[in-house]
């Protein structure tokens, strides 16, 4: 997501100041997407920069207050109409069982175990937090969690699917030690 985005969307809502839009943010979201106070005043920067807010006057406590502009609202607007693109490619658990099943040495069932044995931890903690969350109270916070209940789901069901494809087109795995074997015989040729 564009924290760029999210910032602007709040002030679309109702002006606000650095610190504010940290802590909603973060409210919106369950805190499942912290942001460094520094990302959202260099993001206010940018985003006057680009004429999408206004810098205002200080508040009675200092606060600079920055509004959306109408360019801004029409960002937002346009943002909300399109599809978030899927990501693609720099999955880094896809790239580790990729080189997993490439480098020899690597007992890849292991690592299909020791991984989904951390994504069933995740779930379970997730689905503990599920029970708690009231969506009547707290939308915003529910749809954060169930999207990550459902990021656990898939990525459980994706190592039942890498432990299918290792089992039918790996071989057994070699152990640490016989490569070694192997390279110290080829070396002694």
Do not use: C
Request: charged residues 25%; glycine residues 8%; negative net charge.
């Amino acid at each position: 997501m564009s924290v760029r985005m999210g910032v602007l969307a709040l002030l679309v809502g109702g002006p606000g100041y650095g610190y504010q839009l940290r802590g909603e943010f973060e409210q919106r979201t369950g805190g499942s997407w912290p942001l460094n106070i520094g990302q959202v005043y260099t993001t206010l920067d940018r985003l006057e920069r680009d004429g999408l807010v206004a810098r205002g006057d200080a508040d009675d406590d200092g606060h600079v207050v920055y509004t959306a502009t109408d360019a801004g609202r029409e960002a937002v607007a346009r943002w909300f109409s399109e599809p978030v693109p899927a990501k693609r490619g720099r999955d880094e658990l896809a790239i580790k069982f990729a080189l997993a099943v490439t480098v020899p040495g690597v007992d890849v069932p292991r690592l299909v175990q020791v991984q989904r044995s951390a994504a069933l931890g995740t779930l379970q903690d997730l689905t503990r937090l599920k029970r708690s969350a009231d969506p009547a109270t707290d939308l915003a916070w529910s749809l954060v969690l169930e999207s990550m209940v459902f990021q656990a789901e898939a990525e459980v069901r994706w190592l039942d699917h890498v432990e299918s494809a290792v089992t039918r087109h790996m071989p057994p795995p070699a152990s640490v030690t016989d490569v070694a074997s192997v390279r110290t015989a080829e070396q002694a040729r």
